[in-house]
């Protein structure tokens, strides 16, 4: 890649070298052309890289209010709300509030958490891990050990893409509307994870086939000569070399669930103590979740508590990101 | 290549398979079968309880549902143009500022950048990829929301009076609009749009660019000779991608994008509309009876633009692809 | 008790066999903490309102055990959750342990989940509606009155922090025939007020609401004649109004906005310190929109037998007339005795001490004569 580079910088350079004057006028117009063109594509990095400082410094900068361990662990305060109104003499005078009790300070302040969340989102994203990946993974070795150019195998294949666009709602409505409504279950962890688990499935087995493509042909033939089987070959050689591959894919798309909040809408409750929390088949919430229901509750201790959640989010989602290129580029690498 | 590793290739498997036992493979088979099935069997399940479930209004509204704008959840009224209006329009916002500044930097990214500054785009993007949705959302709502609607309050003074500025760009807005809902779906694809193009410029051959070069044109010149024409199915396909994560895009449009209980087909983008995923997000969870379904309804036809979506999307990729190799 | 539903996994259903052994254990305690429900029942009744900890004890509190659930409507639930926290205060320092949960999802929310029994008791700002009544076959529910509240006409103008409206007035304000604040029937509401010419900018719910529900239901009631868009948790707004999410949205659009009005409850407006209009009550006079006026609108409304009751456009002429009122719905049959002491003893303290701090979170308290009724109403919760 280096080398097209120089390349192309010398043939350019041999162009601005003119040795005809009339030549050398249009050069000119055309590099100023070729300036331009090429400041406008770096702007537009600028462009798209300007949101991402923005959101960035936003929320790192309104989160330092509230972030910490505590915060992490401790339940959702649920009278701050009522604390905030019984403070406020001002108001109390205004609105014929109650004067007297605005003077007595609360006993306990309630402090800041995002705990129930927290525990909700590694619950809820933990099983729907569980459901997609594996079934994902042996989906992607139907389609690329078995299935092939049949029929069926590229039927399969253009229905996951279709599955990649299904809108993330539409996956919670299914559930609400299967499992919550027809089936009688009720919201819960385990509905946002069927929820969360259907968004990651056609993730996971488009990426788990371009892995399983990587293995070289050679290896199932070595294999395959030796007498092994297909589903030997597959377990013992094609899978492990494919590992860091799979691995990566597969973080990639619990990244995306751990961040999604309209499947889990109608599906997960809610829940406000992180014993609730703790539960599978129990009412329960995430921090996506968390998020939304805290942007329109008002008040001065939800907004806080909103920058606080977001920042952790960000920060879960970056990390199984980061990691899953960090993997993805040791398996390019071999 | 494949005769190998296909199990059901022929008598030379059978042979082999006498030595080992078959049962363990037959149901590896099978396993592996039915996990491929399970798409179609959940795709299946979705087309169907939706629909099973929006039935009661399709059925008495029948084509009105789809082309009525009059959404009266009271008197048991339901029509979802203005809602498939406000997706259309969002998205389109979302695709015209997006598309421009996706291909620049992937230009960028391919022609212009040293190797050092690629790594730094692609991770810039992937990035912005992975900031959840709810987080735009909260940005937009609590941050910009205030300074939108001073802004967008001193363009839609500024436009009256002039003929059709002032009807794109009415006044009373809030600062959560048509237009703000647009400009964060534009954040949110530019990324995947950037990658998709990024990768089909890669694909141009590296001999087509530099013969250019060679014949004396600019880098602007090759780009507009060379790269872009070569990779316009390419382009298509990532536009139509980026348009099917807008449509479908809930938390941060129901946000930002103004909430209106009957949206009508207005070009008035500074002011509110809704879009379909946002009217099911804030409804869906207290509706019952026929405003349920539908809302479950709104589902059913995301669900279908879905489809046609992703089958118009091969059948354009597949149109450019064609005739480029004609053209070459 | 943690689990309602058996899920097929072999797990589970261990997790359930385990349960229900729990609650066949808790069955034996049974006839002792019915008895003493029953005793702390009349002994609060007759009780003030005030003391927690010092009572908590006498009255059996320390008796009462486990974890409710709830969930519903949005209006009651800073009221729900501060007295709930108390009440597990004061149960905590008799020697008991409860835990009650309030999730505030909506009304019509709240009555679903309580049909299919996956909550102990549902808050609902409206009774149940007969579409709604099958879910609930042949179950018998009890309506506890719990607050009121007025919901303000929030509303920022530069320079006129006092503004009259009669219902008419806002009928026409919020359906956009009057679009400017210096509008004939404002000065007529508001002699002497100079208003400025600014372009009034309604601002309403987005999504589905109570308080939206209520709103309208007024203007039914109230301008029967001018009020076209009927009502309902949504309507159909004239498309130059602005929708904004929840009331919090709804406030802060309120806050930018100059010229805007908006219905809120009054915490919401509190909260971010609006300017609120009074209102034109069916007596003819202005009510300023205050917890006490709220009050006088319950105590005018006509109780039903089963409690339930519409405060709206009450007759009374210290009564503030958009005046929502809410309930709290429970089983009178209650799946075990530990459930119902528990139930009995909350909605005991919420009748009670949980009234004495209405004021204090804008809700109006229930007027005595109600709240005794609500009280008495508590014996018909039995277990079985």
Redesign the interface.
Known sequence: ??A??T??RS??GR?AVPTDVRVATVTGR??A??R???G??????L???L??L??AF??VGKATNVMGWSFLTRDIPTTAAATELQGNCAAASKYGGDTAACKKVPAAAPRPGIGPAVVGTLITTGLAALLAIP??I??A???N????ARP??R??R??????V???????G??V???WV??MGQGRSALAASIALA?LM??IV?RSSEEMLKLVP?AL??GS??L?????????RVVLPTALPGLVSGAMLAV?RA?????PV??TIGAAATVRQATTVTGQSTTL?FQ??NL??NGGRLS?QM??GA?FT??VL??AL?LIA?AVSARFMMR | ??T????EAGPERSA??A??G?V??T???V??????????V??A??AI??T??AWPVLSKHQLDYFFSTD?????QHFGILGFVWGTVVASTIGIVLAV??????A???T??A??RMRRT?TT?????A??????????G???L??RL?NWYQALGRWCEGIPILHNVFGT?S???SLLTAGIVLA?MI??II?SVTREVFDTVP?ND??GA??L?A????M?TGVVLPHSSGGMAGAVM?GL??A?????AV??LI?????P?I?VNILG?G?AM?SA??????????DFRAAL?GL?VT??VI??L??LASRRIVGVFDQRLKGAS | MKIQRNRLTPVLALVAVLALLAAGCGKSSKSSSTTTAAADQSTTTAGSASSTTAAGAATGLDKVSGTLHGQGSSFQDTFEQKTASDFAAAVKSAGGNVTVLYTK?????GK?VLADQSVDFAGSDSAIKP??QTAFGTRKILYFPVVGGPISLAYKLQGVPKLRLSADTISKIFQAQITSWDDAAIKADNPGVTLPAT?I?V??R???SGTTSNFTKYLTAAAPTSWKL????????P??T????KSS?VI??VK??EGAIAYADLADAAKENLDVASVKNSSGTYIAPTPDAASAALAAATVKADLTYNPINAKAADAYPITSPTWILVDAKQKSAAKAAAIKAYLNFVLTTGQAQAKSLYYSALPKALADKAITQIDQITAG
């Open positions: 890649m280096t097209t580079t390349e192309r043939a350019a162009l055309r590099l052309r070729n331009v063109a090429t406008a594509m770096g702007l537009a990095f462009v798209a890289a949101p991402l923005f959101v936003t929320v079934l994902g042996l989906a070795v139907y389609l050990e078995y299935g092939r069926l195998a039927l399969v253009f229905m996951t893409d279709v599955m666009g299904v809108p993330s709602i539409v996956m409505i299914f609400y509307a299967l409504v027809t259907c499935l056609p087995v042909n199932r033939e395959a000569a007498g092994s089987r297909t589903w030997k070959t597959t377990l990244a751990a961040g999604e909040t309209a809408l109608f996506s998020i939304y942007i329109t907004p909103a920058w977001a989010l960000i989602v970056l990101t290129r | 290549m494949q190998i590793a296909d199990p082999l398979s030595t080992n078959s363990p493979d149901a590896f088979r396993l592996a079968l039915a996990s491929g099935l399970l798409v179609l959940i795709l399940l979705i309880t939706t099973q479930k959404w009266r959840p009271n008197e421009p500044t996706s291909i620049g930097i230009l960028f990214a022609e212009v040293p190797r785009i810039v993007m992937d990035l912005l992975s900031v959840p949705s709810v987080v735009f959302g909260l940005v709502f609590l941050v929301k205030p609607q009373g809030s600062g959560t954040i530019t990324p950037t590296r660019k530099e070069l060679a004396g600019t880098r602007s010149e780009i991608l099917g994560r449509k479908g895009e809930t938390i129901t946000l103004g909430g209106v209980s009957n009508q207005t509110p809704d995923p099911i997000a804030r409804n869906l969870q207290e509706a019952s009876g479950i589902g995301l669900f879905t489809m979506i992703n | 999802t909506g009304s019509s929310d679903k579409a709604e372009k900018a601002v309403h987005s999504d589905g009927g009502n309902g948790e949504k309507v159909n707004w498309a130059s602005q929708g904004a999410e949205g802060s659009v930018q906005t």
